[in-house]
């Protein structure tokens, strides 16, 4: 046997405990996470079995179960999920992509960032649904003006983060470029990419967010399909047990989106030697 078996063997055998130890801790705080909801579920579901709370408005966790596997069952669950997932995804792209690309190019550009941003700061405090009449003039009631609100939502945090970032690179790590006469390519990719990149994530995170919060407004518009209009319904006919199912379907669904955009963007940022993990 070689010796470069030898230690590779004796690697493996150190990095295993190490992944256990992850693997463990990973299903601890999976655990600890969900103590909290679950805690608070079972107090409400005992204070109405024992007659503390009528449970008419605000309905025991048993109901809102018993409604979302009547929803799952029929087969409509998953058709609002699938319907909502679509929007966000497309609204995502579009205004992750003009974001980004907005973002680059008013922080590298001054006389753009001078002439552009002051309109699109004023634009980001438009409240979100004072673009559907808007949106609904130009493009009607079918799916292109839903997506075009989430689009809206998500661009402004992404625009902002990349900006941010781009604005905040430390001065002397530019200058450490030109000393080794980088390029402007071989600066952007070595340098002023893996600084923006940790920034840059978070801001796509928050728009991802953001464009699960537009998405009720969204589907406002006509919809017959979608979490929101699922909400709507369950408003116009009273349903509250409904209701509470698809405010619950809108957590899972935004956090198994957030967790998913999380895995795929971790091995860009797998050289950062940070004090504390990703929330």
Wanted: glycine fraction near 10%; aromatic fraction near 8%.
């Amino acid at each position: 046997m070689s010796v470069t078996t030898v230690l590779s063997q004796d690697a493996e055998a150190k990095a295993a405990p190490a992944r256990r130890t992850a693997a463990l801790g990973g299903a601890a705080r999976l655990a600890l996470g969900l103590l909290l909801p679950l805690g608070l579920a079972l107090g409400w579901e005992i204070a109405v079995a024992a007659g503390l709370a009528s449970g008419r408005l605000l309905p025991p966790p048993s109901r809102i179960g018993a409604a979302l596997w009547t929803l799952a069952a029929s087969g409509e669950l998953w058709t609002h999920v699938e319907a909502t997932l679509i929007r966000v995804g497309l609204g995502f792209a579009f205004g992750a992509s003009a974001g980004i690309l907005a973002g680059a190019l008013t922080a590298t550009l001054p006389p753009l960032r001078w002439l552009v941003d002051p309109s699109l700061q004023a634009l980001r405090a438009v409240p979100s649904l004072a673009w559907v009449p808007l949106f609904i003039l130009w493009f009607g009631i079918l799916e292109t003006p839903k997506v075009a609100l989430i689009a809206v939502g998500v661009f402004f945090p992404v625009y902002i983060g990349v900006a941010g970032a781009i604005a905040s690179v430390d001065r002397k790590l530019v200058e450490v470029g030109r000393i080794f006469r980088l390029s402007k390519l071989a600066l952007a990719r070595r340098i002023l990419l893996p600084a923006v990149l940790p920034a840059t994530l978070t801001a796509l995170r928050t728009g991802l967010g953001l464009g699960f919060l537009f998405v009720v407004a969204a589907e406002l518009m006509g919809a017959s399909e979608g979490l929101g209009y699922l909400l709507l319904d369950g408003q116009q006919f009273s349903k509250p047990d409904q209701i509470l199912a698809a405010i619950i379907s809108f957590a899972v669904v935004g956090k198994a989106a957030d967790a998913v955009l999380v895995a795929l963007s971790r091995p860009l940022v797998r050289w950062q030697d940070t004090a504390r993990e990703t929330l």
